[in-house]
Structures are given as C-alpha cells and as structure tokens.
C-alpha cells in the first residue's frame, strides 16, 4: 500500500536492508506494480552516466499481461527522497503481444540504437481458450522485435534459426550483438541447450536481423548475468531441471565479435541456500547480485526471506564473496499462492548497486519535506 507502483530504492547498511518507496514527478504516468517485466539500461551516449530505465511487459496486479513500454528517468535527489519521471511509450507498426518472462536489450549500429525484444510468455489466444484452462500461458512465438524509440516504430522478424519459444533466458547484449542462451519452453518442458547470436544491422534504409547458432550454450532457466568488466559477465543461479538448482557458475567474455563461455570456481554456498527448494534474486550492477531464498527453509518462521549478497569478481581476481545472511522482509502474500521456479523470479533492479546512496544526515531541510501532490499514488478504474 506505501508504494502502488512497486518501485524502491534498496538501502543495504550494516546487514540490514531498508526499502523505501520510490516517487514520481506530476507530469509521470501511472506505472503500475508490474511482475517479471523485461528491463534495461539506455545510456544518453558514451560519455554520460545518466541512464534511462526501459520497461516493457510484465503481469499486472489481477495478472493481466502488459504490452505497454515504459521510460523511466531520474529527474532529482536528496538525502530523503529521490524523484522519478515515468513515460508510456506510443509503440506502432508490429506491436510485440502482452508477455513475461522475456527480455530486452539495447543494440548499437552506425551511430543508430534500438531495442530487442524476445521471448516471454503470454496467455493462451482467446480463441482457443476454454474454461477449463482460461488463463493457462504458452510460448510466445519466436519473433525478433526491433524498437525505434525515437519514433515508435516496431517491426518484427522471423529467423528460420529460432524455431521454438523461450522464456527466462539470459540475453547478453555488446555493440551490434545479442547473445541468448538457455530458456525454458514450456511446450516442451524442457531448457534449451542452444546459443544463438543475433547481429543488428542499422544503416540509412531498413534494418537487418540475422541469427547464427553457436555452440557451447547452456541449459539453464531463470539464471543471473552481472558485468564485471566492459566485456566479462557471470552466470549465476537459475535451474537446470524441475526439481534441480544450478549451483555452478560461468564467466562469460565477449570481444571482438566472439563469446567465450567457461566454467569457474563458485562460491562457498552456505547449507541453506544448497537445499533450498527455490531461490530467487537479481543484477544490482557491477558485479553483486541479490539472492533470496523462502524462510520456511530455515524452520523459523513461515512468512519470511532471507537474503544474500554475492559480489562476483572479475577474472583476474577469481576469487568470489558470499556475505552471510543480511536480512529478512516479511512476506506479503500466502506462499502457497505463488508459482515456483520460473515464476518465481520477481525482484528487477535496473540501477547500479550504489547508484542511490546517500549518506543519512538527520537535519532539517526544507526541501526534503514530502509534497502529497507527488506521492506517486494513482488509482485507476476500467469498465
């Protein structure tokens, strides 16, 4: 209820976690609380560290599935509140279908960017549903996405290489080139072993989109990719069967057109985390990534997740770093009503792990007092 659109600002001091509502500008539109949306960073140009968030799908609070894009800018920030200002997206041409559980990355072609959109899944068409299974989900169609953000235009691509839909992939974007690897199909209830690169081609006229299948993929669904370098990435996480965590981590490097693809020493995971059913967590930039598992592994108490952070170094340090246990936030629904596994990847951070700290200074300032005109809180009513 504090924060109608589901958006915080995570604040990790001395082992404690504190989430505080994010606000938005008058001028935003409603954004609302969305679950697994795709999510990346754009970058003004190469020198700048201002980003904008993009923000495209997701399921809404009655889980219905969102097509919207949204941009999300940070406009300022103090020592108690940071601002936000939100805009919808008008999107036209091949609009990708409502979906979750995709993702979409940032290419960069003579002087031109775009994103890509890929994967996720949406509902059965209302077609061919029926009663028994309304709101039953399938595969999306493997169809390509290009985004013109500048002007809106969308336009899909079939590639005889993608035959199947994928959804909780790692997509892993560097210049002109998308990696994709791993994925869940649920047609086939089964994780891709293969790697596909897709090169984006942006001159004067119409884009091209071509695919190549790579070997050395890896067969893993709902995995973490953090960056430690300009071109290393780590693997972590994620499944390789139903019943099966990953615990195994990869070093990914791209560089001059190429991907590399090995096996490195993981870290010290800890007895709870190895027998946990299900985990969960996120990228917070630059090498640490947030790891949650349910409570009820602990026999403590039912409705809590504790959390861990694991900060991956770069390949010439190799050496990884699990803190302990952080904290704990109280569960807000019954477990029992969430899906596990692929479903239950629901934190997104689409900022850096330091980008909003600020020292706590307890003085007075004016400037810092909350304008109820800006809380951030719609409602939003539907025939």
Not at 13 to 24: G, I, Q
Request: aromatic share 10%; charged share 25%; glycine share 6%.
């Amino acid at each position: 209820r504090s924060c109608p659109t589901g958006v915080f600002l995570l604040d990790i001091k001395e082992n404690e976690l504190k989430m505080k509502p994010a606000f938005f500008s008058n001028d935003s539109c409603y954004l609302p609380p969305l679950r697994y949306p795709a999510i990346c960073k754009l970058r003004g140009n190469a020198e700048s560290d201002e980003y904008q968030y993009i923000i495209h799908g997701g399921k809404t609070p009655n889980n219905d599935l969102s097509n919207k894009i949204y941009v999300m800018s940070l406009i300022s920030k103090n020592s108690k509140k940071t601002t936000f200002q939100c805009i919808e997206k008008d999107l036209c041409g091949d609009v990708p279908e409502a979906r979750y559980g995709h993702t979409i990355n940032i290419v960069h072609s003579q002087g031109k960017s775009m994103s890509v959109i890929f994967g996720g899944r949406s509902y059965t068409p209302l077609a061919q549903r029926t009663t028994e299974k309304w709101n039953s989900v399938v595969d999306c169609l493997p169809s390509v996405f290009l985004v013109d953000f500048e002007f809106g235009c969308c336009t899909s691509y079939i590639l005889p290489e993608l035959q199947d839909g994928l959804a909780f992939h790692v997509s892993v974007a560097r210049n002109d080139t998308i990696y994709i690897l791993g994925g869940h199909s649920i047609q086939s209830n089964t994780r891709s072993p293969s790697l596909y690169k897709l090169k984006v081609d942006l001159p004067l006229g119409s884009p091209a989109v071509t695919c190549t299948i790579l070997p050395g993929g890896i067969s893993v669904s709902s995995a973490i990719v953090t960056q430690t370098s300009d071109t290393e990435f780590v693997l972590v996480g994620g499944y390789q069967s139903d019943n099966q965590k990953r615990l195994v981590c990869n070093t990914i490097v791209l560089e001059d057109s190429n991907i590399q693809i090995v096996e490195r020493e993981s870290p010290d995971w800890t007895p709870d985390i190895k027998h946990c059913r299900m985990w969960f967590g996120s990228d917070m930039g630059k090498g640490s990534v947030l790891l949650g598992i349910p409570g009820g592994n602990k026999q403590l108490i039912s409705d809590v997740n504790y959390f861990y952070i694991l900060r991956c170094k770069g390949e010439k340090d190799k050496e990884e770093e699990l803190t302990a246990q952080i904290c704990s936030q109280t569960l807000t629904e019954d477990p029992t009503d969430s899906t596990p596994f692929e479903d239950s990847e629901e934190f997104c951070f689409s900022a850096e792990a330091n980008r909003f700290d600020v020292d706590y200074i307890d003085t007075y300032h004016e400037d810092d007092e909350e304008d109820e005109s800006e809380t951030g809180y719609w409602i939003t009513c539907s025939a």
